[in-house]
């Protein structure tokens, strides 16, 4: 039997933050990493449509030989993970399995936050679903969760001005706008993929102590975790510790763009579906 990979699939570039964590946490496995780049950002789209580009998405690495797909999105995972889950893998592929990033992050929040002050920032999808609010308030009914949306900082950061001082002006906002609503945050989550790139900035406008957490190595841990559960699906991931890259848009332009993202030089092809 052939062996299977690990699909991670963002809508860009921002899965890769989640990706590195993974593989530095088990560089064993093969694994194969998708941005829908031609598409992105999907942070503004509607419901039915981050579903329909998810499925898409995830069902091209099925075919690809992944019998694990994680959804290093938070928009994907607010919008289309529990469709995904529940109506389309028992019909298309019910062995097969996709994960998302919220739940093991939202697991998490309890032991993080000292003050049950919360905040969140996210892309208008993600905020405006409230799955956070509504996992959180399920599992530990005494923190505060304030989002924030934060629509232009992926468009900066897809476009490589992560570091520029243009930057400054959005992070600021955002981050004034979040203390607004909630003063006393002592934790603040990035429930977005692509915003750790963005990490030195947001701790600039925060209060000095604040707690930012990045999801990659929670969502490491947690699939780590996972794996050893599920030694059905384990056994079947081949583990030659290689890693390979799709975009639906330009290989030249995501190779150099995810090189920055991974510190490490990549080689992407382009996909067509
Ligand atoms: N990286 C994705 C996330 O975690 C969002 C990017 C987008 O808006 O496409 O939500």
Request: glycine share 8%.
């Amino acid at each position: 039997m052939m062996s299977s990979s690990i699909g991670i699939f963002d809508s860009g570039y921002g899965g890769l933050t989640i990706l590195s964590e993974i593989r530095a946490l088990m560089p064993q496995y093969n694994y194969i990493y998708l941005g829908d780049n031609a598409r992105t950002p999907y942070g503004t789209r509607s419901f039915d449509v981050v579903y329909r580009y998810t499925l898409e998405s995830v069902k091209q690495l099925f075919s690809m030989g992944c019998n694990l797909v994680i959804l290093a999105c938070n928009t994907a995972s607010a919008k289309a993970l529990r469709t995904i889950q529940q109506n389309d893998l028992p019909k298309i592929a019910p062995n097969k399995r996709v994960l998302g990033v919220i739940r093991p992050t939202t697991e998490n929040i309890g032991n993080l936050t000292k003050n049950g002050h919360v905040g969140l920032f996210g892309t208008e999808g993600t905020i405006d679903s409230m799955s956070y609010n509504i996992e959180i308030a399920r599992l530990f009914p005494n923190v505060k969760v304030s989002g924030q949306a934060c629509p232009m900082w992926v468009p900066i950061i897809e476009n490589g001005e992560s570091k520029s001082d243009g930057a400054d002006y959005f992070v600021q906002k955002y981050c004034s706008e979040l203390l607004i609503k909630d003063s006393l945050v002592d934790t603040v989550i990035l429930a977005c993929t692509h915003y750790p790139l963005l990490i030195d900035k947001i701790r600039k406008y925060l209060p000095r102590g604040v707690n930012i957490i990045s999801q990659g190595p929670i969502v490491a841990s947690s699939l780590k975790d996972y794996l050893s559960r599920h030694k059905e699906l384990e056994t079947t991931i081949g583990k030659e510790g290689k890693c390979l890259f799709y975009t639906t848009e330009q290989p030249q332009k995501f190779s150099k763009n995810a090189s920055v993202f991974l510190n490490e030089e990549i080689k992407a092809t382009t996909l067509n579906f």
